[in-house]
DNA sequence: GATGAATGAGTCTTCATTCAT
DNA sequence: AATGAATGAAGACTCATTCAT
C-alpha cells in the first residue's frame, strides 16, 4: 500500500528504539518493581508507586507489561532465572555435601546485595503470590523440580563417590537438601540471623550423630 | 441525630453476651477468615469474603476484629498457637532426629487435615505479609525464636546421648533442623509431591555419608 | 448458627431498607442517567457524572447497578417499558390510521416532557448502542418485534373494518407504520420542526393520492 | 536535542505529495475508520484500531485528521455526501410515491454492499453523536433539510401531476416521507428484516385505505 | 448488641495526542 | 514527511470501614 520513500531505507535502519533499550527499559522497570514489592509486598505496592520509581510514564510502563500481575510474574520469573545462573556453577563442580550446602546459601544470600534486592525476600513474596495464582504456581513448580533433578543428579555423585552410603536414594536426598535450602530462605528472611556457615555446620553436625546411631 | 431512640434503654438493659460465645464467635470468624485467605491470598481476600463465609454480619465482625489488619494478625498467630500445642509433646519426648524431623513434619502436614485448612499454605501467606507489617515480622520472629530455643535444647540433649558428636553446636544444629522443617513446609505446599518420611530418609542419608567422611 | 435475640422480630420487621425505597433509589439513579445521557450521550457521560447527579455515592450506585453497562441497559430498557405502557392504549383502542398515527407520535413526543427526559433522543443513543452490544440489541429487537406484532393486529382490524384495501398485507403495513414512528423520532430530534400532526397529515396526503393513482 | 540532524536538509528538499495521493490516503484512513465504527461504535473505537487498520502510522493519520472528533466529523459527513450522490438522480427522475420510496430506500440499502460499509449503521452511530456534538448535529441538520426542500420539491411534482390532492401540503407529505425513509434506516438496522418493496407495498397499502376513508 | 447500606479515597488501566528522531 | 514510543489525565470500579436504625 505504502509507496516507499527513496529514504525510507534510513528509517528501517533506524528502529525507533533497539532491542537492547527495549531490553533496559524492561530492566528498568523490573528493578523499580523488585524495589518496591521488597519495601511493601506484592498487594500493597501500587502501580502508581512502581511507575514513579521506574522514573516513567504509565503509559510506558504498560506498554512493556500489559498489567500487574504480568508484571508481579515478570518480576518472579526474571528472578528465578536471575538465580538458576549463579547456580549452575557450583551444581557442575559437585562439590561435598556441606560445602555445597554453604555454597548454595551463599549464593542465596549474597544475590541480594549484588542486585541491590533481596532474592529472599521476594521468594516469600512469589510463594504467597502463587497460592492463588496456577499461572505462577506452575512457573515455579516446574523452576523447583528441575532444581530438585539437578540436586538429584548430585547425589547421585555423591553416591558414586562414596560420599552417600550405597542404600541413599539420591531422590530423598534431592528433597531434603530442597528442602533445607528453601528453609533457610524462610529462616533468614525473617530471622535475619542465619549465615550459611552455620547452616552448613549444623547439617554437618545434624550428620555426623549418624555415625553413632546406625553402627 | 443527638435523640435517643425510645428503645435505647433495651440496649443497656441486655445481657452481655457470655464469653464462651464470644469465643465460639470468634472462631467461627477465624475459621472463615482461614478458609478465604487459603483460597485468595491475604489481599485477595475482601473483608466481605470473610463476612459472607462467616455467615455474621459486618457490624458483627467488626466487633470482634477493628481491622482487617487484626484478624490477619489473629489468623496467622492463632494458627501458629495451634502449631505450638501440637509439637510441645515432641518436643519433650525428643526422639532421635530421625525421627523427630519426620514427626515435626508430619505434624505441619497432617495439621492440614483436621482442622480443614492448610498450616502450610497459611505460613507462606504469614511470611509474606511479614514482610511488610513489622508487628506480625516480630510476632513470628518471636514464636520462631522460641521454637528455635527448644530445638537447641533438643540437640544438646541429642548430644548429651551421644546422637551428636561433642563438637556440635546445638545453636548450629537448631539453624539447621528449623531450616529443613520450614523448608519442607514450602517445598510440599509448592511442590506437593514431598512425604515427612522422604525428609526424614533423605536427612538420615544425606547425614550417613559425614560417618564414612569424618572417620 | 444464630441464636435469635428476643427482640429479633424487632429488627426481622424492620428492613434495613425497604422495597419500595430500593425501587426509589434506583429511580433516583436511572433519572441522574437519563438526564446526563441526554446531556453527553452514553459515553461521554461517565460515572461520576452520574453519581454526582444521582446524589448518591459511587458505591451506593454500584450496588444498584454493577456496571456502567448494566446501567445503560436499565436506562433504555426501562425507558422502552415506560413506552410500552403508554402506547397499550392507543394499540386497543386503535383508530383509524392518521389518528392513530397522530397519537403514536404524539405518545412519544409528550413522554419527554411529562418525565423530565426525551424518550427520542434516548432512543437514538439506544439504537447506536445496540450496534455494539449484542444484548442490548435482542432486548430491543424482542421490544420492537413485539410491537410490529401489535401493529399488524391493528392493521388487521384497520383492514376489516374497510380502512385498508382487501389485498393489503398487515405485515407490510406494520413494517411500513413502524418506520415512519421511528422515522419520526429520528427527524424530530435532529431537526426538532416536526409536529405529529404535520407527519399525519404528510402521510394522509402522501395517501390520498393513491386514491386516485390506483382507481 | 536541538542539534539538528545531518539528514534534516533532506526533508526541506521533499516533493511534497501529490494532491490525489493526499485523496488517496484520506479514503484510506475513511475507509478504515468506517470499519471501526460500524463494529465497535464510535467511541469504543480508539484511535488505535483505526491507525492499525488504515496501515499508516499515528503520525500519518494526524496529519490527515487533526482529532478524533474530526475524524467522526468526516466520516459522517462524506458518508452523507456519498448518499447524495446517489440520491440526486432519484430526485431528478421523480418516479411516482412508491416507486419513489422504494428507490430511496433500495439505496439506504444497497449503499452497504457496495463500499463494504453499511451506511444505515453509520448513520445510527451519527444521530447519536449529533446529540452531543453541535457541530455535527448543524452539519446533519443542514443535510437533511436540503434532503427534506428536495422531497418537498417533489411532492409539489407530485401533485402537479395529480398524484397527491390539491388540498395536499407538499411540507408535510416531504416530512412524512423523510420519516419514512430514516424510520427503514432504523428498522432495517435494528430488526434486519425489512426489505424495500415491503416498506413500499406498506406505504401504498397504507394509503389505498383513505381513498375509500376520505371518498 | 446487631445490621447492612452507604461512603469515597484509592486502584488499575486506557487512549488521544505529541514530538524527537 | 513519517514514525511510533511516550505521556498523563481521566475513567470505571472496589472495598475497608462506619453508623443510623
Redo the contacts between chains.
Sequence with gaps: ???K?D?SF?YLSMPKISDEKRLARRMQILEAAWTCF???????TTMADIINASGLSAGAVYSYFPSKEELIHAAVTTSLSGLRERVVPIFASTP??ELFIRQISETLARFTQREGYDLR?LA??G??????NERL?AT??EF??AF?DQLAGVAER?KQA????D???P?????????????????S???GD?EPE??A???????????????
Design positions: 500500500m505504502l509507496v520513500n529514504y534510513y521488597q519495601k511493601q509486598g506484592l498487594h500493597a561435598p555435601p525476600r516469600l513474596l510463594w504467597s503470590e502463587a497460592q492463588r504456581s515455579m513448580r523447583y523440580m530438585r555423591w562414596g560420599l552417600l552410603r542404600e541413599a536414594s531422590s530423598d536426598v534431592a528433597k531434603a537438601v530442597l528442602a533445607t535450602v528453601l528453609g533457610f530462605v524462610v529462616e528472611a525473617i530471622m542465619v552455620e547452616l555446620r549444623g547439617v554437618r553436625d545434624l550428620a555426623i550423630r549418624s555415625s553413632a546411631n546406625e553402627s
